[in-house]
């Protein structure tokens, strides 16, 4: 399994199953009380594209919450969703992914 894991912003992501055509992360964000837990789907066409495969799918995820929690408190942010769909609410998301390094 799969971890990307930096205490330094609160957001953990691990992988919890893995498919033919992607992956499934249980993201935790926070601590203690203040703990949410969200599980995220991946598609590998999906993280290619948006990726050309040069960071892990895991750090993407990571990413991707680090930008959500930009937009919105954690408490919002839906507790099950596809990467795919992060685009449909916010139009700059993968551009901003694409810029990472």
């Given at each position: 399994?799969?971890?990307?894991?930096?205490?330094?912003?609160?957001?953990?992501?691990?992988e919890?199953?893995?498919?033919?055509?992607?992956?499934?992360?249980?993201?935790?964000?926070?601590?203690?009380?203040?703990?949410?837990?969200?599980?995220?789907?991946?598609?590998?066409?999906?993280?290619?594209?948006?990726?050309?495969?040069?960071?892990?799918?895991?750090?993407?995820?990571?990413?991707?919450?680090?930008?959500?929690?930009?937009?919105?408190?954690?408490?919002?942010?839906?507790?099950?969703?596809?990467?795919?769909?992060?685009?449909?609410?916010?139009?700059n998301y993968?551009?901003?992914?694409?810029?990472?390094?």
């Amino acid at each position: 399994m799969a971890e990307f894991d930096e205490d330094s912003d609160g957001i953990r992501a691990t992988e919890v199953s893995q498919r033919e055509d992607g992956w499934t992360f249980l993201v935790e964000v926070g601590q203690g009380d203040s703990l949410i837990e969200y599980f995220v789907d991946v598609d590998k066409d999906y993280w290619t594209r948006l990726t050309v495969r040069r960071i892990e799918p895991a750090e993407l995820v990571k990413a991707t919450f680090r930008f959500l929690l930009e937009k919105e408190q954690k408490e919002v942010i839906m507790k099950k969703f596809n990467l795919a769909d992060v685009a449909g609410h916010f139009p700059n998301y993968e551009n901003e992914m694409r810029r990472m390094p």
